[in-house]
Nanobody, 128 residues
Framework: QGQLVESGGGLVQAGGSLRLSCAASGRAFSKNAMGWFRQAPGKEREFVAAVSWSGSSTYYAGSVQGRFTISRNNAKNTMYLQMNSLKPEDTAVYYC?????????????????????WGQGTQVTVSS
């Protein structure tokens, strides 16, 4: 089957940085597009960033463009989200997700229904 496990969340002051990791186990997801999403209390889950399976293409939500960087290491079956210049409005539970179907090396997906496997989430709290 396989599973995704996020780590790296925590409490940070505004302007600080965190690096989230998403480790895949049980099966390889090296030929699958992946993404990061977040959900704040009382709000719907929203797209943050996506990376193609080759790592050659990335896409960001406007609210994080220029501050967050998504990347992946297929040899380690791990995806990352480097978050800089964090703001209180970035506070949320962050989820990583992957598609089960293989896509072309540059395909990207930003919609929640496009993803099949989800991690359990990691809390990110940014204090003002």
């Amino acid at each position: 089957q396989g599973q995704l496990v996020e780590s790296g969340g925590g409490l940070v002051q505004a302007g600080g940085s965190l690096r989230l990791s998403c480790a895949a186990s049980g099966r390889a997801f090296s030929k699958n597009a992946m993404g990061w999403f977040r959900q704040a209390p009382g709000k719907e889950r929203e797209f943050v960033a996506a990376v193609s399976w080759s790592g050659s293409s990335t896409y960001y939500a406007g609210s994080v463009q220029g501050r967050f960087t998504i990347s992946r290491n297929n040899a380690k079956n791990t995806m990352y989200l480097q978050m800089n210049s964090l703001k209180p409005e970035d506070t949320a539970v962050y989820y990583c997700a992957t598609r089960l179907t293989q896509s072309s090396p540059s395909d990207l997906y930003s919609a929640v229904p496009s993803y099949d496997y989800w991690g359990q989430g990691t809390q990110v709290t940014v204090s003002s």
